[in-house]
């Protein structure tokens, strides 16, 4: 079974509609991230969360929202999907490590979302 | 600011040929660097990092990289391409710069001729 899942895979919505994509981990690991990823653009990071109590923005958070609901759980929300809100969004966790290090990153295998 | 460049869109070589996938960055503090692989409809996979120590690292599948803290780059190699190397690498850097960061670059597209 796959460490990082993802659902759904992939999801058509339409502009205005609410949309909640969901991960799960059964890695053990601490720290979980959300990303989007556009051609030419690389993986941008969304929201983070080191723990259960911790979450972060990221690079470009507006528009999104997230909830760790357990150590294993993170789910990203639109709460109004846009057009340009179409891409391929990436779960990843990541293993704590030593103080103020960071350690590689395991990824889910994406969902793929279309707002019209 | 902190950034990620990945001056080659495409890389091409032909099998059995060496390979170089070039990465240079900027950051503050001490970076940790990665190199991921992405397979068509897969999501990313992790080669390798340089965190500290050795400037040569070794990591998955025969690919190797070089810290150049002068040159600020940290290119990925690989003595001997295969055909089944062909996807989508990129090079990420991590940092505390007041705050987590981490930043991909573009990615290159690897094509390796048989």
């Known amino acids: 079974d796959a460490d990082v899942t993802q659902t759904p895979r992939n999801r058509i919505t339409k502009t205005g509609k609410r949309i909640m994509l969901e991960c799960s981990q059964t890695?053990?690991?601490?720290?979980m991230y959300w990303y989007r990823q556009d051609p030419g653009l690389g993986l941008r990071l969304i929201y983070y969360?080191?723990?259960?109590?911790?979450?972060n923005k990221g690079e470009i958070s507006d528009g999104y929202s997230v909830s760790r609901q357990a150590q294993a759980k993170f789910s990203l929300s639109l709460e109004s999907a846009i057009p340009n809100q179409t891409a391929l969004y990436f779960c990843a966790t990541s293993d704590t490590g030593l103080a103020g290090t960071y350690n590689e990153q395991f990824f889910g295998p994406g969902t793929r979302l279309t707002v019209l | 600011a902190q950034s990620v460049a990945q001056p080659e869109d495409q890389v091409n070589v032909a099998e059995g040929n060496p390979l170089t996938v070039k990465c240079t960055y900027s950051?503050?503090?001490?970076?940790?660097l990665f190199w991921y692989v992405q397979y068509p409809n897969r999501g990313l996979q992790f080669l390798l990092k340089y965190i500290t120590g050795d400037n040569l690292v070794k990591g998955s599948y025969g690919f190797e990289a070089e810290f150049n803290k002068s040159q600020t780059s940290f290119h990925l190699k690989k003595p001997s391409a295969l055909v089944s190397d062909s996807a989508l690498y990129f090079c990420?850097?991590?940092?505390?710069?007041?705050?987590?960061?981490?930043?991909f670059g573009a990615g290159t597209r690897l094509f390796v001729k048989a």
């Open positions: 890695k053990g690991h601490d720290r």
């Open positions: 990420a850097v991590s940092a505390n710069t007041g705050g987590f960061k981490t930043i």
């Open positions: 950051v503050s503090g001490n970076p940790y």
């Open positions: 969360s080191f723990d259960v109590k911790d979450i």
